[in-house]
């Protein structure tokens, strides 16, 4: 019987928390701003942004000084790759570094004067390939292609030389390439750059809007003299549990909504591919969304003033970014920052999201990732818990605090009363 | 009182704020301190290695023992051995290894019969970085095996040593990377992603600078100091801004470039214009916004969509040419992008003034866009006449 009542009670005051943090999140047009317009434009933004993701056609200049045959040939071919362009021919290397600074072209290919004789001679002609590094892209592109036609190029003069010593043709091609290959990039072909910075970035804004905010009502609460955190004053202190359910249960459901359409439907629109079955990236997205709200309403503790979020965590962001391993890859982390990347929920969410749905991984394949996302809800929750609590404990002892504050500042001989004129705040 | 002393007495008022908010020390100071430690460390080793590479070997001879071990003991790879290639390849998807080789059965006995086998190998390519050096290092490794057998096989003809490589290497690529010999990426992307963070807090401290005396309401106050003049009260402000994130900028530029040796061809007082010019730029974008927007947390949330995608349309990671036209025309609003403009030019070319004076210029233009809205600011101050939040 008294079960049944406690019960009851829970549900009732889980539902009218639930249903006030809503009414909160609604009423407040900053955080509509946060929620609605930056979770639903900033998918798009960033994914015009990077919409082609690749880099084609690099212009660089050639410098021939050699003259012959196999370097106009050489020219010829890499002007026919998808990765450079021959933009300028140039007669000396002094031409072609002032077109390189002037950022007409990002390369330099050099045919020094013996480069056909040497080839004439059996011996190893050297050329030689400057590349602007100011983005690592253009110097990507640059050796991917030169290189690519070197290795074409050397099968193709093996081949006279082969002859030329006595073989046949077929014993000479089996000699160039006793051992052939076959590449494959199964997920992401031609090393598209916005592939997997997008999946990325979609996860990131996920974590980050909702912390963002999460953290801009916890500092409106603090400026109005409530608090986020007060609990109903029948309950004299106890049910945590239920607030942060049912604060968090607001929104889970807000971030479903948000969510399925970061994850399903703005890779739609724009051909981002979706190999992965819905159901597992669905259960996937969930996970990471409850382990999302429970990490917002943590750090959002530290928030005292509505804006303050932005000017502390926003440099965030870009960190998150490099703590998934998509760029900068994880077995490269310094053990500090490897340990500093399990506070976010985003360097999990990330990594599954793109297995499970860029990769087309089964759920096995997000599998370690989501065990380490649901012990991080474990902490979370708990921590969380644990913030609401400490927080009750100092709206209850406040008198004490300000007392303490204002021996220290006389102490420290501040003029309270003019400070308060500039300030105007508390 | 005259001017200068109006200046200030405004810029004393913003010192006893900034000491009695410490939102301000930890979103400057604070922030830069962290992001500098945590770029620094996290990229010290500026390319990474040992990037675990999973191999199938259903050959099992000597031959395949040796790619694996030659493998290994690049600074790139580090092999990882399967036993089945669906082990191997449910690993790669979930990204515990960057690419998985498969060594087909008889490869030996194939390359020695000339039947040519062929060595398959997967790249997984989302995750960047380590799955393109897992490419470049199996295709290098593949190169070499067909060099060493060729090499066998010629001087089992009777071949000697200088005319065999002239037989295995016809044509060699000599690579010179200009400004960054070691392709390191601790160079590349700290040089500057530090100084966009830096550009993400002028804007954002900046705009709360600005937006706090409408917030608190105590504008009125700011302005019965500076003489009721908007330009003297902005000036006392920006005085002391102006010195603080000067200070930030050039200690970056000293740490950078002096103490922790990263390569620049030019001179590092230019850089230290550059940092200056792209300071003052950014603080013009943060007037001009809140001037637009006297909300300050709506002009907060712009500023910080503004300063966020700044760094993307830097182009520094991925080049302007890549992105749509329309965006491309976008990137000149960004302060970012014409520091790194500049530092292009003055980093890894050294080509000095001829090579960055018109960057120089574009980031004085942002000097002129807050006077547009000097007056409606003036107005937001005497007559607090929007919401507060």
């Not at chain 1, 490099?322 to 490897?338: D, E, I, M, N, Y």
């Not at chain 2, 992001?35 to 390319?47: D, E, H, M, Y």
């Not at chain 2, 890549?322 to 790194?340: E, K, T, W």
Request: glycine letters at 8%.
């Amino acid at each position: 019987m008294a079960n049944n009542r406690f019960i009851n009670t829970w549900l009732r005051d889980w539902w009218d928390i639930f249903c006030h943090e809503l009414k909160q999140i609604f009423s407040d047009g900053g955080v509509m701003l946060i929620f609605i317009i930056a979770g639903l434009a900033y998918p798009l933004l960033y994914n015009v942004v990077y919409l082609n993701g690749l880099l084609e056609d690099t212009p660089v200049a050639v410098v021939d000084d050699a003259d012959c045959s196999d370097s106009r040939r050489f020219i010829r071919e890499i002007d026919a790759t998808r990765e450079v362009e021959v933009a300028a021919k140039c007669v000396n290397m002094d031409e072609a570094e002032r077109l390189m600074r002037d950022r007409k072209i990002n390369g330099i290919v050099y045919f020094p004067r013996d480069f056909g004789e040497k080839l004439a001679r059996n011996e190893t002609a050297t050329l030689s390939l400057y590349a602007d590094m100011s983005s690592f892209l253009y110097y990507k592109n640059a050796m991917i292609a030169t290189n690519f036609v070197m290795l074409h190029e050397i099968g193709q003069i093996q081949m006279e030389r082969y002859s030329l010593a006595g073989m046949t043709e077929q014993e000479a091609s089996q000699v160039i390439k006793p051992l052939g290959y076959e590449d494959n990039n199964p997920f992401n072909r031609t090393f598209n750059y916005s592939l997997f910075l997008i999946s990325a970035i979609l996860m990131i804004i996920i974590q980050q809007t909702m912390f963002y905010g999460m953290s801009l009502l916890a500092g409106t609460q603090r400026e109005r003299n409530h608090s986020f955190a007060s609990l109903p004053d029948k309950l004299e202190g106890h049910g945590m549990i239920r607030v942060v359910l049912g604060r968090g249960g607001a929104y889970w459901l807000l971030y479903l909504g948000i969510g399925m359409y970061i994850a399903f439907i703005v890779p739609a629109i724009f051909g981002i591919p979706q190999r992965g079955q819905f159901g597992d990236i669905l259960a996937m997205l969930l996970f990471f969304i409850t382990d999302c709200v429970f990490f917002s309403m943590t750090w959002s503790t530290l928030i005292t003033r509505r804006e303050s979020v932005f000017l502390l965590f926003l440099a965030m962001s870009p960190i998150c970014l490099f703590l998934t391993g998509c760029s900068w890859p994880t077995v490269a982390f310094p053990g500090f920052w490897k340990v500093f990347s399990y506070i976010f929920p985003s360097t999990f969410g990330v990594q599954s999201y793109i297995n499970l749905s860029t990769a087309g991984g089964d759920i096995n394949a997000a599998g370690s990732q989501m065990r380490i996302m649901i012990l991080q809800t474990i902490i979370y929750f708990g921590l969380s818990c644990a913030c609401i609590f400490a927080e009750n404990w100092v709206i209850h002892h406040k008198e004490v605090i300000r007392e303490r504050k204002d021996k220290l500042a006389r102490k420290a001989g501040i003029d309270k009363v003019e400070d308060t004129k500039i300030i105007a705040g508390e | 009182m005259n001017n200068w002393q109006r200046i200030l007495s405004v810029a004393r008022r913003e010192l006893r704020i900034i000491r009695n908010r410490p939102l301000y020390f930890m979103g400057s100071v604070g922030v830069i301190a962290f992001c500098a430690v945590f770029f620094l460390t996290f990229l010290n080793n500026g390319l990474p290695d040992n990037i675990p590479i999973g191999i199938v070997d259903e050959d099992q001879s000597s031959t395949s023992r040796n790619f694996c071990l030659q493998l290994d003991a690049t600074q790139l790879g580090k092999v990882v051995r399967y036993d089945s290639f669906s082990a191997a390849r449910e690993d790669m998807t979930s990204g515990k290894i960057a690419a998985v080789c498969v060594i087909p059965e008889g490869m030996n006995e194939n390359i020695q019969a000339f039947k040519q086998p062929k060595i398959t190998f997967y790249v997984n390519g989302l995750y960047f970085v380590s799955g393109a050096l897992a490419w470049k290092d199996l295709l290098t490794m593949v190169n070499l095996t067909n060099g060493a057998v060729q090499r066998e096989i010629l001087r089992a003809k009777g071949f000697n040593d200088s005319q065999i490589m002239g037989m295995i290497r016809p044509i060699d690529i000599d690579t010179h990377q200009i400004g960054n010999v070691t392709t390191n990426y601790n160079y590349y992307l700290t040089g500057i992603l530090l100084p966009g963070i830096l550009e993400m807090i002028v804007i954002l401290v900046l705009i709360y600078s600005l937006g706090a005396e409408l917030k608190f309401g105590t504008s009125r106050h700011l302005m019965d100091t500076s003489g009721h003049s908007i330009v003297t009260a902005l000036m006392g402000k920006l005085l002391v801004w102006t010195i603080v994130f000067s200070a930030i900028g050039f200690v970056i530029i000293m740490l950078l470039y002096h103490w922790l040796h990263f390569p620049i061809s030019g001179s590092i007082f230019n850089m230290f214009l550059a940092m200056f010019l792209m300071i003052i730029a950014s603080e013009a974008a943060g007037i001009f916004i809140l001037e637009m927007l006297p909300v300050p947390r709506l002009a907060l949330s712009v500023g910080a969509l503004y300063s966020v995608l700044g760094l993307s349309l830097s182009g520094f990671t991925l080049p302007l040419e890549a992105m749509p036209p329309y965006i491309q025309g976008l990137a000149v609003m960004f302060p970012l992008r014409h520091y790194y403009l500049f530092h292009v030019q003055e980093v890894i070319f050294g080509a000095g003034f001829a090579g960055w004076w018109d960057e120089v210029i574009h980031l004085l233009v942002f000097l002129f866009v807050p006077l547009v809205g000097l007056s409606r600011l003036k107005n937001a101050y005497i007559h607090q006449n929007f919401p507060k939040e």
